[in-house]
């Protein structure tokens, strides 16, 4: 698991704009109702983002997370992966994720069409309204790493996916559908993560590469796993910067 209730998302380089959040229940397409974190700037720019946690859920941390991004002018949605199992309860260290997980790996097709249509849900509260003029991205974090690859291999309304330590156990085939995405792709990770084998953050590199699609994939020397946090400056500071390189690149300027 990635971060605990202590833990807390670094600033990004720039943030000065106000932002409020709301708690929300969306709706998937197969009745499931689950929890998500909606984060509004005071004065939106035309990017978006979904946020998929890691596999703790919707968690203080991803909350916060998203206010960050609204900071900077960015809508930003996170959701809960376990309205199936759950319910609408708390994400908070009194939450065992494991016997949900579980579950889910004893029906995995299952479980990740679940997953599927949580997302979708996500993208379709994003592009409503307003939202539908704005370019949409996902963003995820070791489980979330995996969902948000595997959304750039459908087309559903992003333009671009950027996944942090993505896990290649429960979502492994992340890695047999590389050469499926469609968009372009950052994918950053630690060469001292116990989680992540870097060989397979290498294959990944290699299957992106035949493809040809456009990516990035940043290996940071020394990174623990879940180095994206407020204390481990040394690499969130270089990850933001990163991360808003490539959203301002595939996102075209606002018309006047």
């Known amino acids: 698991m990635c971060y605990d209730d202590s833990a807390r998302p670094p600033y990004p380089p720039v943030a000065n704009g106000a932002a ?3 708690e929300l229940v969306l709706t998937a397409d197969d009745g499931n109702r689950l929890l998500a974190y909606a984060a509004h700037p005071e004065q939106p720019v035309s990017a978006q983002v979904v946020i998929f946690p890691d596999a703790r859920g919707l968690q203080p941390f991803y909350k916060e997370l998203a206010l960050r991004f609204a900071e900077i002018g960015m809508e930003a949605v996170a959701i809960d992966y376990y309205g199936r199992t759950a319910g609408l309860t708390a994400r908070d260290d009194s939450f065992d994720p494991m016997p ?3 579950q889910g790996r004893q029906s995995q097709t299952a479980a990740m069409q679940g997953l599927f249509a949580d997302r979708t849900a996500a993208l379709a509260y994003l ?3 307003a939202g539908k003029e704005r ?3 996902t963003v995820g974090f070791c489980m979330g790493g995996a969902l948000s690859f595997l959304t ?6 992003v333009v671009g996916a950027i996944g942090f330590y993505a896990s290649s156990t429960y979502e492994g085939y992340f890695l047999d559908k590389a050469e499926q995405i469609k968009y372009p792709v950052l994918g950053m990770f630690g060469d001292a993560d116990h989680v992540i084998p870097v060989s397979d953050v290498r294959v990944f590199d290699e299957k992106l590469d035949k493809t040809g699609v456009e990516h990035k994939i940043i ?3 020394g990174a623990p796993h879940a180095f994206f946090e407020r204390q481990m400056v040394e690499y969130a500071g270089d990850a ?3 991360m808003l390189e490539f959203i301002n690149a595939h996102t075209p300027p606002t018309k006047s």
Do not use: K, M, S
């Open 152 to 157: 750039a291999t459908t087309d559903i309304g």
């Open 219 to 221: 290996i940071y020397p």
């Open 20 to 22: 409020r959040g709301e």
């Open 100 to 102: 949900h997980l579980e």
């Open 240 to 242: 933001w910067q990163h």
């Open 135 to 137: 370019t949409t991205f």
């Open 127 to 129: 592009h409503a309204g």
